[in-house]
């Protein structure tokens, strides 16, 4: 899985796999927009204002959970 972030549209998208096939953006509502393909597979969802729906805390990490393992790795990034 792979996130990315535009800072000058304010727009993250979430790679969940690669795409390998012809996929269909399906607009979920004005904030969020899911490429899936004919099998429905999800290739990967798109968050527009994304500061504001990432909570982005004022500090501006990211905090990813690995509940398995107990971890809770700590990411800056420029939101």
Known sequence: MKVTYD???NVAYI???EKTAQVKT???SDRMNVDISPDGTIYG???V???QQAGADSQGKLIVVNEALGEY???K???
């Open 77 to 79: 990034v420029a939101l």
């Open 49 to 51: 204002n994304a500061r």
């Open 7 to 9: 800072p000058r549209y």
């Open 15 to 17: 790679y969940l796999q």
């Open 73 to 75: 790795p700590e990411i």
């Open 26 to 28: 399906i607009q979920v």
């Open 45 to 47: 969802i798109e968050l």
